[in-house]
Structure formats: C-alpha cells, structure tokens
C-alpha cells in the first residue's frame, strides 16, 4: 500500500478556504485516495474520495495532481467546527486495508 | 455514524479482567472491523470479518479475540485485560462496490481505561 505524508499542523481562519496537502508519491494506477476526518476524539468522519479525476460533495473538492502523486483536500468555507485532524488514505481497488497515518492537525482561527 | 453503535462508550476495568465490547451497524454492510487508537497516533486495526462465517486477525490481534454474531453484530473481546491496552477502539464498517471503491464508515468509539 503506498504510503502518504501529511503536514503535521495547519490553521486556517474561519471563513477562508482551507487547502490540505498530502503526498503519496508510490501510488500506483488502481489506488484510490480517501479523506477522514476525527473531531476530538470522536468517530473518523469519511470526506470523500477519488481516483483520478477532481471530485467535490457537499462538504469538500478533492483535488489529484495530473500524475496521482499528491492530492490537496479543500474546504471551501471553514467554519471553527472543522476543527480536526484530517487523514489522508491512500487504498488499492480490492484490499480492505485503510492504513491511516497521524494525519493533519487543522485549527480554524475565529 | 448513527448507523453505527458501540457499546459501551466508555469502560473502566482492572487488570486481569475479561470484557467485551460491541458493535451493530443498520447499514446492511457485510465487512466489519475493529480498531484501536492510542493517543496521538493513527487507528490500527485488530480483527476484521468480511462475512459471518469470516474471520481475519490485523496488525494487532495479540490479547484480542472477535466474535460475529450475525451480519450486524461484530464484538471484540479482551479475555485477560492489561493497561497496555488503554486505548479508544472503534468498529467500522463497508461493502465492497462495483470498481474496487470500499468506504468504512465509522462508529463513535468506546474509550477503555485498564487499571
């Protein structure tokens, strides 16, 4: 599975967009790449997920460079209850595995 | 997720102690799993099930031991517990989509301190 690196910590004032990077350089062609988010200790919260293309629900854009090798996750409009730690998966077609790393820590500033 | 339920939220036990933790999903999913956390780091998981007749350890099954009771129902035992596994465990859940896509969905975890 390949492996994604994270900033440790972000912030972000409430309002603006919020742009979270992650790498995940050794990707190969049928992983896709999916965003959680944990609030303080609670459940992860699936964002969304994507293979090749941009993709966008309601929450979030979730944007994968041309070759697969970085992604960057978009709130569009922060508000302070995204206030989390973000993970970044990446998880090949037809494996269970979710191989979480200690993701982002996001604070949105008031 | 409301459609996922663990039980019981929060547990406080002694060392030597067996307990059990549960979870149930009303989501129709066949793929159940459970995870722990320790603090600061990422969810490491320890047994999952891709059916009721399935059973597959983790990374972390040493200490550990599942039962799948039927299709919604997924508990994880500690049968002689010890303060290493201090942690906040999570189940989860997923089906297997058309194209390879797989979206675990989450419960609200149970937080257990072993004394």
């Known amino acids: 599975d390949a492996k994604t690196t994270q900033p440790p910590s972000m912030d972000c004032a409430e309002g603006r967009a919020a742009n979270l990077p992650c790498n995940h350089s050794t990707i190969s062609g049928n992983e896709y790449v999916y965003w959680y988010r944990q609030i303080h200790s609670q459940g992860p919260q699936y964002i969304i997920h994507?293979?090749?293309n941009n993709e966008t629900n309601e929450m979030a854009s979730l944007i994968i460079t041309e070759d697969r090798k970085s992604s960057t996750l978009i709130l569009p409009h922060a508000t302070l209850r995204d206030t989390a730690v973000y993970y970044c998966i990446v998880r090949g077609s037809g494996t269970y595995k979710y191989i979480f790393g200690t993701g982002t820590r996001l604070k949105v500033l008031a | 997720d409301a459609d996922v339920t663990q039980t019981p939220r929060n547990r406080i036990t002694k060392t030597g102690k067996r307990i059990m933790l549960e979870c149930s999903q009303t989501?129709?999913?066949?793929?159940m799993y459970w995870y722990r956390q320790d603090p600061g780091l990422g969810l490491r998981l320890i047994y999952y099930?891709?059916?009721?007749?399935?059973?597959n350890k983790g990374e972390i099954s040493d200490g550990y031991s599942v039962s799948r009771q039927a299709q919604a129902k997924f508990s994880l035992s500690l049968e002689s517990a010890i303060p290493n596994q201090t942690a906040l465990y999570f189940c989860?859940?997923?089906?297997?989509?058309?194209?390879?896509?797989?979206?675990?969905?989450f419960g609200p975890g149970t937080r257990l301190l072993v004394l």
């Open positions: 099930s891709f059916d009721v007749k399935d059973i």
């Open positions: 989860a859940t997923s089906d297997l989509e058309f194209g390879g896509e797989e979206t675990q969905y």
């Open positions: 994507g293979l090749k």
């Open positions: 989501k129709g999913h066949d793929r």
